[in-house]
């Protein structure tokens, strides 16, 4: 069975600072992996995914992420943070191709000035 | 862009109703979901359908029933509501497993207090 798991609650990080959240996956087969994160009062809003290829994948809003398939993690990246990252984020992975995407129970990052 | 609306930002109901969630999808996708989300939890779901009057179940099912008589819209139904179904609920929609496309895509969420 597929599983993912979200080791912070909570990332604080002044603004200006390299922000990482921390994800690792347990699958059977190959992994897709993906990202979203949760403004206030949003839904989820999609951020970058791995699906196969370059370990280090480039998305939204200057986030990146880097596939360690020996770690088996997936961790979100960016250089320099800004307080409007401030939001719930999700890591999900998905088994294959047709499977159901399997969500962490989010870390909820807060930038300050 | 993708747009997936949701019918109500906020909602409360009383213990025995029976409650009605839409949401719907402009964007021709096959598959719609229905998914709860808990603080600590994050999002588990609750049923699934990958096209027109088919559905299958999630993880977490029970107390909850859906419905898709068109593509574009998807209807989650509690029966009959209790108070351990205060939750947030988000729909999502997404073309075909497979393909490059395979990202879901969210509505805003319900709210959904049941006193």
């Known amino acids: 069975a597929q599983s993912v798991a979200q080791p912070e609650d909570q990332v604080n990080v002044a603004e200006g600072n390299p922000l990482t959240v921390k994800c690792t996956y347990s699958?059977?087969?190959?992994?897709?992996l993906f990202w979203y994160v949760q403004y206030p009062n949003r839904g989820l809003q999609f951020l970058l995914k791995?699906?196969?290829?370059?370990?280090l994948v480039k998305g939204s809003y200057g986030f990146e992420a880097e596939f360690n398939k020996s770690q088996t993690s997936f961790h979100l990246k960016k250089p320099s943070a800004l307080v409007s990252d401030s939001a719930l984020y999700f890591c999900a992975v998905r088994e294959n191709s047709w499977g159901k995407l399997q969500f962490g129970a989010g870390t909820q990052v807060v930038v300050t000035p | 862009d993708v747009k997936v609306t949701q019918s109500s930002r906020y909602l409360v109901k009383r213990t025995g109703e029976k409650v009605f969630l839409e949401c719907v999808q402009d964007?021709?996708?096959?598959?719609m979901f229905w998914y709860r989300q808990d603080p600590g939890l994050g999002l588990r779901l609750i049923y699934f359908?990958?096209?027109?009057?088919?559905?299958e179940k999630g993880d977490i099912p029970e107390g909850y029933s859906v419905s898709r008589e068109k593509k574009e819209r998807f209807s989650l139904i509690l029966e009959s509501a209790s108070t351990n179904q205060t939750s947030m609920y988000l729909c999502?929609?997404?073309?075909?497993?497979?393909?490059?496309?395979?990202?879901?895509?969210f509505g805003p969420g319900t709210r959904l207090t049941v006193l």
């Open positions: 964007m021709d996708h096959e598959n």
């Open positions: 359908s990958y096209d027109v009057k088919m559905k």
């Open positions: 699958v059977s087969g190959n992994p897709y």
């Open positions: 791995y699906i196969t290829g370059d370990n």
């Open positions: 999502a929609s997404s073309l075909l497993p497979g393909g490059p496309y395979n990202e879901q895509f």
